[in-house]
């Protein structure tokens, strides 16, 4: 009787918590309604530009290309305008950063690699105003803008080195005009967000799930919801278990060995 007991109130402890958390999700949105997105706010270190993306046939611009490199003094003004045609970009990578103990909290960005070695990387963040400093609630309260970070390969790792982040950057099995047909899809966001700014969302607008988004576009894969929405750090190994790892090797505890980025 007593376990009898038990059993029905955790059951409604459960439905209890999971009420809050929707009450919480929708309210969220409810917030949303009363908000207005920015470009023009004073914005934080590395996140200042409002970068565009100029397109002609095979010739690409992206103009304030980010490329810092933060291991270093004195990279304050390295926003420079960059250009390549779209057939330089020959395939993709993955990175997956880990800041966390728990090992499904990470950041996902992409690299588009090019036959130069002039890679071009994309990082989706929140863009936060100098002083603010990123928290679950204003996640979910729509407290930062959303933005589509372009920057060279290098600064991107730069960054988590000088942030002592555990990373691994996988290669992924996908053919040339895929990636940049994938390319010009996040060209496409990157002005939409120059013209008209949107929130962040931790989890309906985050670094993971935009990125699913653009990707389902070009291929017929769907990214498992859980990962994509709630717990990017484990990407690497969905990643694996897809098949999309660019790798002979077939043990995942061996592929995260050889892919894990050493700043050494």
């Not at 690409?60 to 970009?89: A, C, M, P, Q, Y």
């Not at 103990?101 to 130069?116: A, R």
């Not at 790892?245 to 995942?252: A, S, Y």
Request: hydrophobic share 40%; proline share 2%.
């Amino acid at each position: 009787m007593v376990f009898k007991i038990m059993k029905i109130s955790l059951k409604y402890l459960l439905l209890f918590i999971l009420g809050i958390v929707v009450l919480a999700i929708l309210g969220s949105f409810g917030l949303w309604f009363f908000k207005e997105p920015s470009n023009n706010r004073i914005w934080e270190f590395g996140q200042e530009k409002n970068q565009y993306v100029k397109i002609e046939k095979d010739n690409i611009e992206v103009k304030d290309l980010r490329d810092f490199d933060w291991t270093k003094k004195g990279h304050e003004t390295n926003f420079r305008d960059f250009s390549f045609n779209l057939s330089d970009i020959d395939g993709l990578e993955v990175g997956v950063s880990h800041f966390s103990t728990h090992e499904g909290i990470g950041h996902v960005f992409l690299i588009f690699t090019m036959h130069n070695g002039k890679d071009i990387a994309l990082s989706i963040e929140s863009r936060r105003e100098v002083g603010e400093s990123f928290s679950l609630q204003g996640g979910l309260l729509f407290d930062y803008e959303l933005i589509y970070i372009l920057t060279t390969k290098n600064d991107l790792l730069s960054l988590r080195e000088k942030r002592k982040e555990r990373v691994y950057v996988y290669p992924i099995k996908i053919d040339a005009q895929k990636a940049q047909k994938l390319f010009l899809l996040i060209a496409e966001k990157v002005n939409s967000l120059y013209e008209t700014p949107e929130f962040y969302h931790l989890f309906f607008k985050n670094c993971t799930n935009l990125i699913v988004k653009e990707v389902e576009k070009i291929s017929d894969r769907k990214f498992p919801f859980y990962e994509e929405t709630f717990a990017p750090g484990y990407t690497g190994e969905t990643l694996f278990k897809m098949g999309l790892i660019d790798t002979e090797l077939k043990d995942f505890k061996k592929i995260r060995e050889k892919f894990l980025v050493d700043f050494k």
